[in-house]
Structure formats: C-alpha cells, structure tokens
C-alpha cells in the first residue's frame, strides 16, 4: 500500500505542486493566488480600454450611452407615431 498523496496546490506562475500548508512556491515563490486579482481588459471601438478608466468616467459613459439609446428609442417612436 502506497502512503496516502499530500493535499497541494498548483502554482499560478511556473505550475508546481505545492503542499497546501506552504502560502508561497517553492520554486518560484509565487504567492497562493499570485494573479488573482488581475483585471479583464474590455476594448470598446472609440472609447478605447474600459478596465483603465475611473469608476467616475465608466459612470458617465453608461449615463452618456443610456440617454443615446434613449435618443434613438424617442426618435423611432415619433416616426412610427406619424406612420400609424
């Protein structure tokens, strides 16, 4: 019969095996959730890269594209109220 297998973690960084008791690698030294916290990058055509902006100019941008769609929504609305 074999010993029973050492509970670990795989590393972020270099994919090493690493005991569940160990917060680093031993290898690399990669910390536990090394990477974790990195931030998805949305491209928007014109606006350029979302994840870079402020939390008060991705508000705006929302304000701004909820009143275009608004615009648009007026807009069909007063045409089709003139054709029926």
């Given at each position: 019969m074999g010993?029973?297998?050492?509970a670990s973690w795989p590393c972020p960084r270099c994919g090493?095996?690493?005991?569940?008791?160990?917060?680093a690698c031993?290898?690399?030294g990669a910390s536990f959730l090394a990477g974790a916290?990195?931030?998805?990058?949305?491209?928007?055509?014109?606006?350029g890269d979302i994840g870079r902006m402020s939390q008060g100019?991705?508000?705006?941008?929302?304000?701004?594209?909820?009143?275009?769609?608004?615009?648009?929504f007026f807009v069909v609305v007063e045409i089709a109220s003139h054709v029926f």
């Open positions: 010993s029973p297998k050492q090493a095996q690493v005991p569940l008791e160990l917060d031993t290898d690399c916290t990195a931030r998805t990058s949305t491209k928007l055509p014109v606006v100019q991705r508000l705006m941008m929302g304000v701004g594209a909820a009143v275009v769609i608004m615009m648009v």
